[in-house]
Each structure stands twice: as structure tokens, then as C-alpha cells.
């Protein structure tokens, strides 16, 4: 077991494989799920003047309790060009800008109005600046609002909306090629002889990247054939090369060897990892290659634990690395071994229970799992009800959680 690599190990080694893509400018309604490329800095001040937080009047608290005349209007959009005078109010809608003079907005619920006269109907505001919100409450010109790295989320993007930008700097897509490899596989749908097998890996890792900033090349399935892999691997032009299968030592397994034979550094081989140790990882030219097993669930877990913070890193994520949360044990869980393991699980009653059976090709209890329970290399035997740390999947399946701030 000296010879595989820590999971955290391989992960850093991995990231530093490459920095991330070259920043552009991004129009707000296309920069959802990217990460910011630069800091983004207030253009202005919000809101920029006082404005009222309620429809009713806009008034001089130190003239409640009232009676007052109404002098005219403030509405969102059209402000009200003269002043608020002593006893004088001012109709304002939410959102309108707070006349001079005035300082508190007494709300039409509690007020009765008989032609310009206004009346205070009910307890009126306890302060003055009621219903106001001031010059600044949420931000001010010069203010840094999103760090560099952070994920534009879409309350970010509206922030930056609002303070003053029409685009943002993110990086630039990440383009990722996509290839499934053994004689085995056919596409999806086909007609099968005996021996042979759909393709799942393809489709899996198109929708655990859907949302994030890719542009995916597939491959296809490409045959176990040293030739045939190194003519493939050598044409690719993309920032990630990802091969499924033909990994492992078995004598057709040749991604390796094709590889290198196209020109490829391996960097590491072998990860202390269940399922997904036969995974590599290294580049050929500017391209950063990850070989990941042909098995399924291997695939799944090796493409949460590297694949998608690979694409995060690139993409300009600050913190790329899927967070764990702590869950509690609805069965207990025998010691572990070397090699960290990502249990299938799914949360039964508010506890984590692990799959039975934890088979590297058992798509249907990948599909029925909402979480990976992570167990340490020599992790003890753990009882019903005690904690232990999960990954667990996003709304769309994967984990798309990465760590919101910088
Ligand atoms: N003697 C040893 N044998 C194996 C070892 C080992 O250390 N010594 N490691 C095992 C482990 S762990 C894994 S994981 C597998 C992974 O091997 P490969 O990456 O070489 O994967 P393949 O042999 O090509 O395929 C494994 C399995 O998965 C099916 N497969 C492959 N690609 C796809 C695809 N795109 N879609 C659906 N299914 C796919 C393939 O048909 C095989 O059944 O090696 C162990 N062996
Ligand atoms: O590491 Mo393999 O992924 O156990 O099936």
C-alpha cells in the first residue's frame, strides 16, 4: 500500500497541475456557476440618497403628532423636486426618494387623509428615520463586494447589478474531453451481443458537469487498442482530457502506456482510495489528463473527489475542494482499511445508512445513495449513532457544494 498516494495528497498534486484559465469579461445573465476572476468593487452607492421603505408620507417627526398638509409627491423613479416644510408631508411610495426636509415616513395605514389635509390614524412611527432606509444601508462606492475566486452566485450577480456592473471578469469555459475506452462498451441504446455492455461513464460525467463553465468534447468509446488510444490521446486540443476504464493493470489496460506514448507526464498512478485506486493523473502538453476507472461508481467518486475541483480550480474557484458535513450513524460500520472509503449511503429518519453492498459497478445503489459516507484509512469500527463525515449530493445529484466564499 506504500505506493498510494493519500487522497488530499493526490487532490493538491492534481490542482497543481495547472492554473486557472485566462479571465474574460462575462454579461451578468451568463455568469451564473462561474467563480469571479478579480475582485468586484462598488461603482456606486446603495441607495445612493435616502429613500422611503413603505407607501404613506413623508414628514418631520418632530411634527407628530399631525396635522399636516400635503405639499406633494414622491414616487420610485420621479422624485419630489420641492422641500418638506414644518407641518408639511409629502405622498412617497416605497423605493421613492425621501424629499429634503422630511425625515421619517409615517405609513398609510396609519394615516387619514381628507383632501391635502393629513391625519395621524394610529400609533405613528416610535423614531425618527422610520421607514427609511439611508444613504449606504447596503453598500458604498468603493466597497469590495465579491472577492476574487468566489462562485457568482445569483444573489451575487444581482449585487453586482445593482452596484454598477453589466459584466463580470470570470475565466474563461473549461474544455474537457471526454473518453470512454474497452472493447466492450457500446453506446447507450445499442444492440448488445454477449459480453458486451452500455456505456454509462459518458453520459455520467456530461450531467455531473451540466451547470458547471464547460464546453464538453466526447470522445466516443474509443477500442482497447494501444494505437488506436495514442492517436486519440495525441489529436486532443482541451484543458482537461478525462479517460474512463482501462486503467487498472490488467493486459488491456492501456491508457497508461497511450499516454505516455503520446507524450504524457504521469504524475501520480494509484490513490488510497475505495472504490477508484487504479485512477492517474499527469498532462500531456498544456492539458491536464485524469484517468479515472472503468468502473461506474469508481468513476462517480473518483470524478467528485478530482474531477470537479479540477474543472472548479480552472474555472477560478478559491477553494475548489467539496466540503464534508458530519451526519449521524443509523448503522453501525465495520473498521476500516488503507485506502479511504466513500461509502454509498442515503439519510433514513435524519441518520446516514450505508448501501450493504458496496460493489465498484452497482449503479442502482449509486442511484439510490444521497450522500458518501468518508471514512478515513484505518478509521475504527463505528456504532449506530455516532458521527462520521459525509459528502453529500447536490439537488442534481453530484456535489456541486463547493465553498462559497474565497
Ligand atoms: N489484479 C487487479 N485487478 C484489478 C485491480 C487491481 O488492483 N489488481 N483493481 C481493480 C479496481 S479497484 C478497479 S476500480 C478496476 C478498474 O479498472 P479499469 O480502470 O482498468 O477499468 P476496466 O477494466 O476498463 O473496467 C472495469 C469495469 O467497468 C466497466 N466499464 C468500463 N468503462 C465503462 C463505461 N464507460 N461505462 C460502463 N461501464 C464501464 C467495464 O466493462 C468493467 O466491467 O480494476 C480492478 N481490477
Ligand atoms: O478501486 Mo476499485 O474502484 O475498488 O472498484
Not at 476574487?148 to 445569483?154: D, H, N, R, S
Not at 445499442?190 to 459518458?202: D, H, K
Not at 488510444?229 to 490488467?250: C, E, K, N, P, Y
Not at 468518508?374 to 458521527?387: K, L, N
Amino acid at each position: 500500500m506504500a505506493d498510494l498516494l493519500p487522497v488530499a495528497d493526490a487532490q493538491r498534486r492534481l490542482l497543481s497541475l495547472a492554473p486557472a484559465r485566462p479571465a474574460e469579461s462575462v454579461e451578468l445573465r451568463e455568469a451564473s456557476g462561474r467563480w469571479s476572476a478579480a475582485p468586484v468593487t462598488a461603482r456606486r452607492t446603495q441607495p445612493e440618497h435616502p429613500v422611503s421603505a413603505m407607501d404613506g408620507y413623508a414628514i418631520r417627526f418632530a411634527d407628530l403628532p399631525g396635522p399636516w398638509e400635503v405639499v406633494g409627491e414622491s414616487a420610485a423613479g420621479r422624485p419630489f423636486a420641492g422641500r418638506v416644510a414644518a407641518r408639511q408631508a409629502a405622498r412617497i411610495f416605497t423605493g421613492a426618494l425621501l424629499p429634503d426636509g422630511a425625515d421619517t415616513v409615517l405609513v398609510q395605514e396609519e394615516a387619514r387623509r381628507e383632501g391635502d389635509r393629513l391625519h395621524l390614524d394610529g400609533e405613528g412611527p416610535a423614531l425618527a428615520g422610520r421607514n427609511v432606509r439611508a444613504a449606504g444601508l447596503d453598500f458604498h462606492a468603493g466597497d469590495v463586494l465579491i472577492a476574487a475566486g468566489e462562485l457568482l452566485t445569483p444573489a451575487r450577480i444581482a449585487l453586482a447589478a445593482v452596484a454598477g456592473h453589466a459584466s463580470l471578469p470570470a475565466r474563461r469555459r473549461v474544455r474537457i474531453a471526454i473518453a470512454a475506452t474497452g472493447d466492450e462498451l457500446r453506446a447507450p441504446g445499442e444492440p448488445l451481443a454477449p459480453g458486451l455492455l452500455p456505456e454509462s461513464n459518458g453520459a455520467m460525467l456530461a450531467a455531473m458537469l451540466a451547470g458547471l463553465p464547460v464546453e464538453i468534447a466526447d470522445l466516443g468509446i474509443l477500442p482497447d487498442r494501444h494505437d488506436v488510444l495514442t492517436a486519440a490521446f495525441a489529436r486532443v486540443r482541451a484543458d482537461i482530457l478525462v479517460t474512463t476504464g482501462g486503467a487498472s493493470v490488467g493486459d488491456h489496460d492501456l491508457v497508461r502506456p497511450a499516454l505516455q506514448a503520446a507524450g504524457a507526464e504521469i504524475d501520480f498512478w494509484k490513490v488510497a482510495v475505495r472504490p477508484g485506486k487504479p485512477m492517474m493523473a499527469g498532462t500531456l502538453g498544456d492539458t491536464v489528463i485524469l484517468g479515472l476507472p472503468g468502473n461506474p461508481v469508481s468513476a462517480f467518486v473518483t470524478a467528485q473527489l478530482f474531477l470537479l475541483p479540477l474543472v472548479a480550480h480552472l474555472a477560478g474557484a478559491a477553494d475548489p475542494l467539496p466540503r464534508t458535513r458530519t451526519a449521524t450513524l443509523g448503522e453501525p460500520l465495520p473498521a476500516n482499511g488503507p485506502r479511504a472509503d466513500y461509502l454509498r449511503a442515503a439519510h433514513r429518519d435524519g441518520r446516514v445508512v450505508a448501501a450493504a453492498i458496496q460493489d465498484s459497478s452497482m449503479l442502482r445503489t449509486l442511484a439510490r445513495a444521497d450522500c458518501l459516507i468518508v471514512r478515513a484509512p484505518h478509521a475504527p469500527a463505528a456504532q449506530t449513532g455516532d458521527s462520521v463525515e459525509i459528502l453529500p449530493f447536490g439537488q442534481r445529484g453530484a456535489l456541486t457544494s463547493y465553498k462559497n466564499k474565497a
